[in-house]
Nanobody, 115 residues
Framework: QVQLVESGGGLVQAGGSLRLSCAAS????????MDWYRQAPGKQRELVAA???????NYADSVKGRFTLSRDNAKNTLYLQMNSLKPEDTAVYYC?????????WGQGTQVTVSS
């Protein structure tokens, strides 16, 4: 079955950087659009960045210019490079693919940005 496993979260000071990874299995990775979502305490889950199978990328306005999404089809891995982190970026970050109801989520990785 499809599995998405995130890693790379942690605690960082404001202005710092983290790189999240999402290792995918059970699917033909290169044929799938992939996304990163995040959910902060008390807030709805929101789309952070999305990449099509052709490599087109879209970002939420709140992360444009600071986050970079990429994929390595040879390694079946999705990345999210996060620079200039702000306290408001604190959330659980989830890897996602597919369209509801035929979609898949990772377990999430916590990112905490201290001020």
């Amino acid at each position: 079955q499809v599995q998405l496993v995130e890693s790379g979260g942690g605690l960082v000071q404001a202005g710092g950087s983290l790189r999240l990874s999402c290792a995918a299995s059970g699917l033909i990775f290169r044929l799938n659009a992939m996304d990163w979502y995040r959910q902060a305490p008390g807030k709805q889950r929101e789309l952070v960045a999305a990449i099509t199978r052709g490599g087109s990328i879209n970002y939420a306005d709140s992360v444009k210019g600071r986050f970079t999404l990429s994929r390595d089809n040879a390694k079946n891995t999705l990345y999210l490079q996060m620079n200039s982190l702000k306290p408001e970026d604190t959330a659980v970050y989830y890897c996602h693919t597919g369209s509801s109801p035929f979609d898949y989520w990772g377990q999430g990785t916590q990112v905490t940005v201290s001020s």
